[in-house]
Nanobody, 117 residues
C-alpha cells in the first residue's frame, strides 16, 4: 500500500500563490501517473492536473496557465505550484498515484486551500 500525504494548503488572498506537496512512502519513479484533484463544497471531485513517469502533463482548462504540476523523483514528492489564485480555486486538494494498466489507485487525505480576502 502506497501512502500519499499532502501539505502546503492554507488561506491565501486572491492573486496570491501556494505550493502544494504530495510526499509518497515509496519511490515515485515506480508510480506511472500522479495527479492533483480538488473538491469544492457542494461540488464533485474534479481533475486539476496530471503528470506521468515520463513527465507528460495535462491540466484542467480552469487552471491552465496558472498552475504547474511537477515531480521530484529523488525526493519522492509531487508538487502543484498555484499562482494567480481565485476564490473559485477554494477546495480540498487531493494527491493521487495510479496506473490503469497495473491496476493501482492511491489517494492522499487532502489539504484545504482557501482563497479569500
Amino acid at each position: 500500500q502506497v501512502q500519499l500525504v499532502e501539505s502546503g494548503g492554507g488561506l491565501v488572498q486572491p492573486g496570491g500563490s501556494l505550493r502544494l506537496s504530495c510526499t509518497a512512502s515509496v519511490s515515485i519513479i515506480s508510480i506511472y501517473s500522479m495527479g492533483w484533484y480538488r473538491q469544492a463544497p457542494g461540488k464533485q471531485r474534479e481533475l486539476v492536473a496530471t503528470i506521468t513517469s515520463g513527465r507528460s502533463t495535462n491540466y484542467a482548462d480552469s487552471v491552465k496557465g496558472r498552475f504547474t504540476i511537477s515531480r521530484d523523483n529523488a525526493k519522492n514528492i509531487m508538487y502543484l505550484q498555484m499562482n494567480s489564485l481565485k476564490p473559485e480555486d477554494t477546495a480540498v486538494y487531493y494527491c493521487r498515484g495510479y496506473s490503469d494498466y497495473a491496476g493501482y489507485d492511491f489517494w492522499g487525505q487532502g489539504t484545504q486551500v482557501t482563497v479569500s480576502s
